[in-house]
């Protein structure tokens, strides 16, 4: 499979994850957590305030990144044992999961395994850079309606890929996604977070925008179709 297709994919993936209605709600109280403040901070969002802010979504970021890539590298591990033979049937199997992310994420389908949420959150009354990254960290071992299949989806993709550095490669992308955005938040926390509040309800578009990118992605990982999307974009190969 190519990755000059893999990759942006997966950056789309990752911004998508960001900005998904179950999961941008949660932002600034998460922000608000790693850098010992209130709500009612942000939205004051003091030069110094700001930069600790800023300095802790980064060490959030890195947090979940871990998280993704070791994922994405050991289900590429896993996969990549699997006899040559067996690939068509793993990327038909890896096609119709994705598709059935993307059916969920559109509402057509209901999985309420889905719906549940895995969180571990920290109890410091101290936040420091450590305990931003930990708790970046059970962020990304999270589970949420809108979040989870998304990202499950790239997983699937990488675990496919049989490539251990290709897997690591596609889960960075991905966590370059879903950080950009949150990086942004962290310097411009007031000013987001408004946004946030007055908008809420329209953040339901990217989750149907990323139904139909799991559906597009899940027809061409099922098909193998990677190579002719390629040539149709008259792309070279890496």
């Known amino acids: 499979m190519a990755a000059e297709i893999q990759i942006p994919v997966a950056i789309v993936a990752g911004i998508l994850s960001f ?4 999961v941008l709600p949660l932002i600034p109280g998460y922000l608000a957590h790693i850098s010992g403040s209130s709500l009612k901070d ?22 979940f990144s871990s998280i993704f890539i070791v994922l994405g590298m050991f289900l590429a591990g896993v996969f990549g044992e699997i006899p040559p033979s067996q690939s068509i049937l793993i990327n038909r199997i890896g096609g119709i999961i994705i598709i059935v992310f993307g059916l969920y994420n559109l509402g057509i389908l209901h999985l309420p395994y889905l719906e549940r949420t895995v969180k571990v959150e920290s109890k410091s009354k101290n ?16 589970w949420t309606p809108c979040f989870g299949p998304i990202l499950a989806s790239i997983l699937v993709v990488a675990g496919a890929s049989g490539s251990v550095y290709l897997g690591g490669v596609l889960l960075g992308s991905y966590s370059v996604g879903l950080a950009i955005p949150f990086i942004i938040t962290g ?8 946004i946030i509040s007055k908008h809420r309800s329209k953040f339901a578009l990217f989750t149907q925008l990323s139904g139909i990118l799991l559906i597009a992605l899940g027809i061409i990982v099922f098909t193998n179709s990677f190579v002719r999307v390629l040539a149709f974009l008259n792309l070279p190969p890496l």
Do not use: E, M
């Not at 900005?19 to 179950?22: E, L």
């Not at 942000?42 to 947090?63: D, E, W």
């Not at 936040?127 to 999270?142: C, E, K, R, T």
């Not at 310097?187 to 408004?194: G, R």
């Open 127 to 142: 936040p420091g850079y450590l305990n931003s990254v930990v708790l970046g960290a059970s962020f990304g071992a999270g």
């Open 19 to 22: 900005f998904s209605p179950c």
């Open 187 to 194: 310097a411009f926390t007031s000013q987001v977070s408004t």
């Open 42 to 63: 942000l939205h004051q969002s003091k030069a110094v305030l700001q930069r600790k802010i800023f300095l802790n979504s980064i060490f959030f970021v890195t947090g």
